[in-house]
């Protein structure tokens, strides 16, 4: 097959090229998301209410409306380099394979250990934190991504770890577990006893899966707990995304190299973090004018946040101990169903997207999880990755693309995040090829169960 104006399947910037900075799309967002609410008085959520749960200069970028470019540390651009820049792939193969005249790369966050983009922030938490004093993190993980991107990350610093992970996750998922524990982790199923939030959800819902609402509720319990320690978040919040906006940097950096122009840009959307972080440069370009490229976010049906759910102030966990933030939710008590694969299992959407979906500035698409695989599998099998299923939410939605593009004769350029490697997902994988794989599709009845969850509070100030 021929390549087209000599693009190479892989596009690299070199070493000296990698972002110095990161972007802080808020601070050039016209309207800013709603503040934080402190759920007691229902004022906006002070530094000190936040200096309890997080690091000093996570609270100081979360907060930070104003500066478009925060510096990268140097011990977070040594680290970055050892797997960083990651490439962006020409996906050549899937677009003959499709017959479409549609361009289509992928910018792949799977090439390390952890297997995804999470190791992004990891890094930038774990250095912070070493830097302030701190001795031991806490977190939870769903699928097992970011605990095991946090786990790298504090064995480097050399920081004491604590992971509550969703219970399914850790019964479907035990070599995730042990790639957790290699790097020095201590591992919990949640729920568990270990906490008071854990044993409060146990007696409430005796066999439960778990979520990962409830596994933050005990991590952030242990945190608050000890003195040296602190919770980390690997999503949702700004300052998650503005690490991952590495990603997007990257992206436009390699893409202006060739004179490409994305026309599409698609990230798949679980708490919101790779694809505020893919999206954040052109989406800034986009607000001042600069484009008229389109965003789209997609979630799984199972966990239909944006699509489906309620432009609202709510909880970050089950057990109600987060400030309120105002994002599309289904409610903090929401659970998804024991047996949806997919992953992107997050009741809520992190505050920036929702807050760019709200006014307009995105799109957002939701999936079943066996379309959602069907295309993994292609993928797997033009491209030679094995997508982590999250990832091939954005296949999948790519794919719509360029088979549109193939119907009306028309080239556009799609750009994809394709967020990490599916290798512990292998008892997904198998559901699907033994064909056991159910879609779970909620009904209204279903939704109107976590939108219950809502605080009742006066949503519009
Ligand atoms: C965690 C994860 C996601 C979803 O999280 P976001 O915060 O929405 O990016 C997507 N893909 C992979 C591989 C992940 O590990």
């Known amino acids: 097959m021929e390549k087209i104006k000599n693009i190479p399947t892989k596009i690299y910037i070199s070493e000296e090229e ?105 890094v930038a938490q774990a250095y912070y934190a070493k830097k302030q004093g701190l001795t031991h993190l806490t977190t939870e993980t769903g699928a097992g991504q970011w605990g095991t991107a ?34 020095g982790a201590r591992v919990t199923p949640s729920p568990s006893n270990k906490t008071n939030a854990g044993r409060a959800i146990l007696k409430a819902n005796p066999g439960t899966g778990g979520s990962l609402g409830c596994a933050i509720s005990e991590a952030i319990e242990v945190a608050t707990h000890n003195k040296n320690s602190r919770y980390v978040l690997g999503s949702v919040l700004d300052y998650v995304a503005l690490h991952q906006s590495v990603i997007g940097i990257e992206t436009q950096i390699a893409l202006d190299k060739y004179g490409i122009t994305p026309d599409i840009i698609i990230g798949c959307a679980g ?26 976010a997609v979630e799984p049906k199972s966990c239909p946040s944006l699509t489906r759910g309620k432009y609202a102030y709510d909880f970050g966990d089950a057990g109600k101990t987060t400030p309120l933030m105002r994002m599309y939710t289904l409610g903090c008590g929401f659970m998804p169903a024991p047996n949806h694969a997919g992953g992107l299992r997050y009741h809520g959407m992190s505050p920036l997207i929702s807050k760019l979906y709200h006014d307009g500035y995105m799109e957002a698409i939701a999936v079943s999880q066996n379309e959602v695989f069907d295309y993994a599998v292609k993928f797997a099998r ?11 939410h954005a296949i999948y939605a790519a794919v719509q693309e360029a088979l549109k593009c193939k119907e009306k004769k028309e080239k556009k350029v799609i750009v994809l995040g394709l967020t990490g490697t599916g290798y512990f997902d292998m008892t997904a994988y198998k559901q699907f090829n033994d064909k056991k794989l159910v879609n779970y599709d909620p009904i209204d009845e279903d939704l109107e169960k976590g939108f219950a969850t809502i605080p009742d509070i006066p949503q519009n100030r």
């Open 271 to 296: 708490g919101g973090s790779n694809l505020s972080g893919l999206i954040a440069p052109f989406m800034g370009d986009k607000i001042k004018g600069k484009n008229d490229i389109r965003f789209i």
């Open 382 to 392: 033009t491209e030679g990755i094995l997508p982590a299923p999250e990832s091939a």
């Open 150 to 183: 946090l786990a790298m990350a504090c064995a480097f610093f050399g920081l004491d770890l604590d992971v509550f992970m969703v219970k399914v996750s850790s019964e479907q998922k035990p070599f995730r577990k042990e790639l957790m524990r290699t790097y």
């Open 18 to 122: 990698l972002p110095k900075k990161w972007y802080n799309l808020r601070a050039d967002m016209k309207e800013k998301h709603d503040p934080f609410l402190n759920p007691e008085t229902l004022e906006e959520v002070t530094k000190e209410d936040l200096t309890k749960v997080f690091c000093e200069e996570l609270i100081e970028q979360e907060l930070n409306q104003t500066d478009p470019y925060i510096d990268i540390p140097q011990g977070i651009l040594d680290f970055y380099k050892m797997y960083r820049p990651s490439p962006l792939v020409r996906a050549y193969y899937l677009e003959r394979y499709l017959d479409t005249p549609a361009e289509i790369y992928y910018k792949f966050e799977g090439n390390n250990t952890s297997g995804s983009h999470k190791l992004n922030s990891a």
